[in-house]
């Protein structure tokens, strides 16, 4: 059986997983010259986004309901949370109201949409924290410790941003600003 943690991980997980998702879809690329295709492809990916959301939802919830090994006795508060994180998601998916319109030259309305994700993205993050308030205090110590994990890998530390952009978690080695080290001189 899942535990409640491992559910509220999942579930938390795949919040921020849809917040990256449709921050890629709003978000425009920095400078440059501008693809003609460029704004086409961005609806597109905010609508493909915005349809997959509600079932990646419900499969972080299902992921995080078995790796937290939620118990028979913890299935009422479980469902109690799994309702309140779909509520939760909500300020996220309203995002897919409005898609993504080409603001380059404008830099109020670039300031205006980034500030429609990020609140979006607070208000998410305030009724997960409360959710998982709620449910925490019938997980077991080990279910803690997996929805921390959960919840690690899915914000934070598993999200890059590069220049304005949100990236989906990366594996193996990162890439960053600086230049390779130039090999060390032979004898």
Known sequence: MLTRKTMIA???????LIGSAVAIAQTPPPGGPAHPDRDAMRRAMH?????EAP????????????????????KSAWQAFTTE?????QPMMKLCDTPPTNVRGDAAAELAQRERFLQATLDTTKAMRAAVEKLSPVLNADQKTKLADLIRMSGGRGMHRHGGHHMPPMHGPQPTNTPPAAPAPTK
């Open 55 to 74: 079932a990646r939802l419900a499969g972080r919830i299902a992921y995080a309901e078995v790796k937290l090994g939620i118990t028979d006795a913890q």
């Open 47 to 51: 609508e493909r986004v915005c349809k």
């Open 85 to 89: 994180a779909k509520a939760a998601a």
């Open 10 to 16: 999942a579930a938390v997980a795949g919040i921020a």
